[in-house]
């Protein structure tokens, strides 16, 4: 009679302490545990890591497609590290109706990049935000948590340049 | 169960309490159409397409997932029902490619049906057209997500029936595709290629990648010597779809139609399944006596392999070395045979005919052969010789039954049952009976391991030994299975699994119009079987002879190079990485 022999590699093992504790103060196999989970998870890297989803496939016992399906169907969640600095331009009604949506344009093109994504130099992540509650600034923009408002699209340029010289 | 009366369209029905109104109605040949609907799966009630009216209800309802009343008053096809169904078509329509000449399931689409049959004769909603890259990585299956109607199936199939969950829906709503995750290709996730989400996809988006022109073009080469060999499920899978009774065995006819497509020779997957009896029962009884690793489990289906070493590594050692009867065939086709006709292996062209997409993917691999060449060089579906016919307008049914030709073409009825569930437990336990007690059993038919049961369990006496067995269909129950083992709950010598649902009867590249044939056509192996002279894979005289003559004795050194295997694990490279900072 054959007993299987169980030589699980304990992937969780090799993990950061804190990915560790995370994991564990939920049961192996909980599979309610997953948004919490992947919540806890951006918490600590700003980001959902590849490995870590593939972990918590393994501990949850939940195919590595099914959460990412999870994890694509919510805003919240982001598959790329945040630049340095996270730029968010409001696109509420105030912001649009005096020009919100061209100070994105000029911020894409400036940087080469669309909303959501972040520069090669992980610099700067550019999104878009429903409203910053400053309308009387409009249109305005935060850069790594400082507003910058009444912005015409060739403020733009200046604008990051003096993020860049900080550098 | 509780009766109660459900009024359909005005007529009072019989129903039972907890039956949903489309179950209801089903059972008294009241037609309700469905999309995203799966028999015996939980109802999901997305696509809307079996909406119906009930008296009171405000909306309309699914009828998928309503449960039934007493006295409800339902109206199948009510103007308001009929506006809805038709919209939700349209709907469908407005982003679809509209290709319907060009596709693959032309004439066979359930999309096209559902426009057909609700009078769809314009279009009135012209939507966005999605442009996602086709996905033709994997040598197996092919993703067109452009043809998508989003209903799912394929993702509950993928996840529920075979415990996979390679693909899901990625994003939300316009932006919604089915997809691997981390929008990998096929060929770098977790497929397994077993095809089956091929059988649920209603319309072209799922398909098998087609090896055709390959084929085609090896016929035309005059160098080439083409070799068919035919699957056991593939023989009783074909009739549905030329209009005659499903599961009717039409070999003969299957035989003369190769040959008329200009197969030089014409054998049986059958043959080499004998030889791969002797070798696995004989792995069996050595594992047994030696005190070697059990369960030891069976290798013939290979998406059931590749699921073993992507989910279950740590147990590579259970699996029986021995190559499928596909690859023994192909290995044997080139070295046996092709010495016997003064052919180089080189000139030989090995093209199975399989009821098997990851049959394809099998033959790619790269341990599958030796000296620069493969055992096996392409690999058609069911579904593809149908196809291949149709192109040369070979009409198998009109022509005279053609005879497999020799010596790779005779088989034991041991062999034919191959094809179903519980057929290799069979046919390895028929030659065991004899390799342990040194005669034949009375009786060879075992019907312990007979039936669709996703797991069968069964003790077998062989002399003073008693062989504890476990036949699984559908790899959602090999999980079952594989989990018990790994925690100590469940115990066995011998596991036999079948990836597919009923095994290769129901596989990924078969006809599957209607489910429900797949029954008939295990069956109608068993038929076959039973009327075999030889029903004993060691009785074969053919396999005696090769043994003999050529590889000398069931796990011998040349039964070691030509018929057996290793495994990979494939562990999935992200767990290795210790940093997270990726």
Redesign the interface.
Known sequence: ?????????D?LA???EA?QKLFRSYAPGEKEALIPILQETQGL?GYL???????AS?YLN????????VA??YNQFR?DPVGKYLIQVCAGTACHVRGGGLILQALESELGIKAGETTKNSLFTLSTVACLGACSMAPVVTIGGEFHGRLQPKDVVKLLRDYEMKE | MTKITVIFNGLPVEAELGQTILEAARSHGIKIPTLCHMENLVPSGSCRICVVEVEGERNLVPSCAFPVRDGMAVYTHSERVRRARKSIVELLLANHPDECLYCLRNGDCELQKLAMDFGIRERRFTGNKNRYHIDSSSVAIERDPNKCVLCGRCVRV??EIQG?????????GLDSVVL???NADLAD??CVFCGQCVLACPTGALREKSALRTVWSAILNNKKKVIAQIAPAVRVSMAEELGLEPGTDITGKIVAGLRLLGFDKIFDTNFAADVTVMEEANELVERIKNGG???LMSSCSPAWIKFVERNYP??LS?LSSCKSPQQMFGAIAKTYYAEQQGWQPEDVFVVSIMPCTAKKFEATRPEMGRDGYQDVDAVLTTRELLRMLSTASVEVMRLADGEFDHPLGESSGAAVIFGTTGGVAEAALRTAVYLITGKDSEKVDFNVVRGFKGIKEAEVNIGDLTL?CAVVNGLSNARIVLDG????SL???FIEVMSCPGGCVGGGGQPAKDRSNIQARAQSLYVIDAVKSVRTAHHNPEVKKLYKNFLGKPLGELSHKLLHTKYVPR??K?????????
């Open positions: 009679m054959g007993k299987v022999c169980c030589c699980n590699k992937s090799k993990q950061d990915i890297y890591p590849k490995s870590i989803l593939y972990l393994e939940v195919p590595v497609g099914k959460i990412y399906g694509t169907f598959f | 993928c996840d996979v969950g390679a693909i899901d829906f990625v994003g939300r691997p995750p981390f996730s977790d690793t059990l369960p740590e147990m259970h504890k083992l790994r925690d100590g115990s066995y010598d562990y999935p992200e767990l290795n990485v210790a940093s997270t900072k990726d």
